[in-house]
């Protein structure tokens, strides 16, 4: 997802026009619903709960963007079915998040965005679905890179369990 992510960022920059430094400075602004902090350094049920919130937001600013490209586009463009398959590995992510909340007996809170103002000067529909995909993309990093952190540390942890095991099987037989 954070390779898709990021291609979708830069095929966004190239169709709107947005490749000026001067421009692609407007797509740094952080926006509030994404977490600043990497959500991984936080326990499990937080983390899992944060990822939540965040695919909310994110479903819907996705359904957002795809609207005002749907008018600003040409039918058939690229950046659409982008947009499309982004929506899709968003929806199955948030799927996947509420079954394992579930699974821990914890129900998601389903607070919804606050519906935002319709926007109808173009320049800063670009620029607010810039600032999206700018910060779901660097989000989506901030996760990969906490999650390849644990890995290597549960692989340890594996490891020492297996072989505590093969010691005591080892250590009865004789």
Known sequence: MEKEAKE???????HQGLLTSELRRLCDEAIQWFPTE???DQPKMVMLQELYR???????ALENIKKQQQVLSTPGAALLGRLESTQWAVRGLLSNTFCALC??????????TPERPAVTNTFQQKIDGCKVLGNYSKFLE?????SGKKAPQALRDQRKRRKGTKRKEGSSHS
Request: hydrophobic residues 40%; aromatic residues 6%; charged residues 25%.
């Open 103 to 112: 699974l821990k007996g914890v129900l998601p809170n389903s607070r919804r």
């Open 38 to 40: 990497n959500i991984t």
């Open 54 to 60: 965040t695919l909310v937001h994110m479903k819907d």
């Open 142 to 146: 901030k996760l990969a890179r906490g």
């Open 8 to 14: 979708l960022f830069r095929s966004y920059l190239t």
